[in-house]
């Protein structure tokens, strides 16, 4: 499950799993660490791998915390917002992938997932004409991103997912074939076969080099907003989305969650709790 922790419990809870990968002892065949990055716990638990590659794919994914975090007043993502309005802005070939990634799953899932939510995050479904994922201007060839003056890019549904994919192509680089790493309740497995529970599926989902992601309103209730009418998304249960990509499935199962109900566009599995697993449409995995 996606989760964050209050900050009476932070301290505790990293200290508690911090002794148990300790307690594994230094000749213990797992690289198994938990650091705190991206306001949410991080565990890599990668069998055999060097301890070098576990540091590295954690340093990757607090690069790109100061890339897309909006909690920075210095990322790149914040400095872009503040060019809203401005013309287009030149900016780096990381975060130019990150926001064209964004505006593709936008398109996918029809609008359900919008990066372009922010102004609805900060002042309410008045903001509304401030969101369209459609209105933002990327040109390729010179690199820049246009936002229209009052627009903002939120990150908040892809982020960690987009974190995750880049934090697995370092650990595979490095010659791992077999993590796992879970991203404050985000799960992306790299090789073997681990075994996820997730809401909706009596049984442990066994997933292999792909992404579990899920979306609901227990932790905080009404943080989902709906890029249609920008109204909080109040609804029982949660909504699912395993796929290959990271991502995808980080953006997917904030659409999953929004409509209530799986899309033909999707192309993965998807479950919805309370209810049976939803039909895989044609072309997605079994």
């Given at each position: 499950m996606k989760f964050n922790l209050n900050k009476k419990s932070r301290s505790a809870v990293l200290i508690a799993l911090s002794l148990a990968a300790n307690a594994l002892g230094a000749d213990h065949p797992h690289a198994q660490r938990v650091r705190w990055t991206m306001g949410t716990l991080c565990e890599i638990?990668?069998?055999?791998?060097?301890?070098?590659?576990?540091?590295?794919?954690?340093?990757?994914?607090?690069?790109?915390?100061?890339?897309?975090?909006?909690?920075?007043?210095?990322?790149?993502?914040?400095?872009?917002?503040?060019?809203?309005?401005?013309?287009?802005?030149?900016?780096?070939?990381?975060?130019?992938?990150?926001?064209?990634?964004?505006?593709?799953?936008?398109?996918?899932?029809g609008g359900a997932f919008d990066p372009t939510i922010l102004p609805v995050l900060r002042g309410g479904p008045a903001q509304l004409p401030?969101?369209?994922?459609?209105?933002?201007?990327?040109?390729?060839?010179?690199?820049?991103?246009?936002?229209?003056?009052?627009?903002g890019l939120d990150f908040g549904g892809i982020g960690k997912g987009w974190a995750l994919d880049k934090a697995a192509a370092v650990l595979r680089e490095a010659g791992v074939s077999r993590a796992m790493i879970n991203f404050g309740g985000q799960i992306l497995a790299i090789g073997g076969e681990w075994p996820v529970t997730v809401p909706g599926r009596a049984e442990p989902l066994i997933v292999k080099d792909a992404s579990v992601s899920v979306s609901g309103d227990t932790e905080h209730p009404g943080h989902i907003k709906s890029p249609f009418d920008g109204l909080a998304v109040r609804r029982p249960g949660a909504a699912v989305a395993v796929l290959g990509s990271a991502a995808e499935a980080d953006a997917w199962s904030t659409a999953l969650y929004v409509l209530g109900k799986t899309p033909p566009s999707f192309r993965g599995r998807s479950f919805f709790d309370p209810g049976t697993p939803a039909t895989t449409h044609k072309g997605g995995r079994s």
């Amino acid at each position: 499950m996606k989760f964050n922790l209050n900050k009476k419990s932070r301290s505790a809870v990293l200290i508690a799993l911090s002794l148990a990968a300790n307690a594994l002892g230094a000749d213990h065949p797992h690289a198994q660490r938990v650091r705190w990055t991206m306001g949410t716990l991080c565990e890599i638990d990668a069998p055999g791998a060097p301890d070098a590659a576990v540091s590295a794919a954690f340093a990757e994914i607090e690069r790109w915390d100061r890339i897309l975090s909006l909690y920075k007043k210095e990322s790149e993502a914040s400095a872009l917002n503040r060019a809203a309005g401005t013309g287009p802005a030149k900016v780096s070939a990381d975060l130019y992938a990150a926001v064209e990634a964004s505006l593709r799953l936008a398109r996918e899932t029809g609008g359900a997932f919008d990066p372009t939510i922010l102004p609805v995050l900060r002042g309410g479904p008045a903001q509304l004409p401030l969101v369209g994922w459609s209105k933002v201007r990327l040109d390729p060839a010179a690199r820049t991103i246009e936002l229209p003056a009052g627009m903002g890019l939120d990150f908040g549904g892809i982020g960690k997912g987009w974190a995750l994919d880049k934090a697995a192509a370092v650990l595979r680089e490095a010659g791992v074939s077999r993590a796992m790493i879970n991203f404050g309740g985000q799960i992306l497995a790299i090789g073997g076969e681990w075994p996820v529970t997730v809401p909706g599926r009596a049984e442990p989902l066994i997933v292999k080099d792909a992404s579990v992601s899920v979306s609901g309103d227990t932790e905080h209730p009404g943080h989902i907003k709906s890029p249609f009418d920008g109204l909080a998304v109040r609804r029982p249960g949660a909504a699912v989305a395993v796929l290959g990509s990271a991502a995808e499935a980080d953006a997917w199962s904030t659409a999953l969650y929004v409509l209530g109900k799986t899309p033909p566009s999707f192309r993965g599995r998807s479950f919805f709790d309370p209810g049976t697993p939803a039909t895989t449409h044609k072309g997605g995995r079994s």
